[in-house]
């Protein structure tokens, strides 16, 4: 199901301003901005990446249990997609806190 950038707009009211934005995409694989939901595809999103493999050459070399390289409040919106499978089940609680 492919939910279009005006339909979120509608209830997600930073998806309507046209100032420039910054997206932290975890977890991000090789670079692939199709990757990525219609929404932030538009042009007032800049994507941050961030991965535990330097060899896709993130922005960011971190994992998702301990992204403190990433400064509070520094993004707009976060994006984690097909990550949950890689952790523990003890991990996921506090991976949940830390994008929170």
């Not at 896709?56 to 990550?83: L, R």
């Amino acid at each position: 199901m492919k939910i279009s950038h005006h339909e979120l707009a509608a209830f997600i009211p930073l998806l309507k301003d046209d100032t420039p934005k910054t997206l932290l995409h975890i977890g991000c694989g090789q670079a692939n901005p199709e990757r990525l939901p219609e929404c932030f595809k538009v042009g007032t999103w800049k994507e941050l990446t961030l991965d535990i493999d330097p060899r896709v050459q993130p922005d960011i070399v971190a994992t998702i249990t301990d992204m403190a390289p990433v400064a509070a409040d520094s993004v707009d919106a976060v994006w984690s997609s097909h990550n949950l499978e890689h952790l523990e089940g003890y991990q996921v609680y506090s991976y949940l806190q830390v994008i929170h």
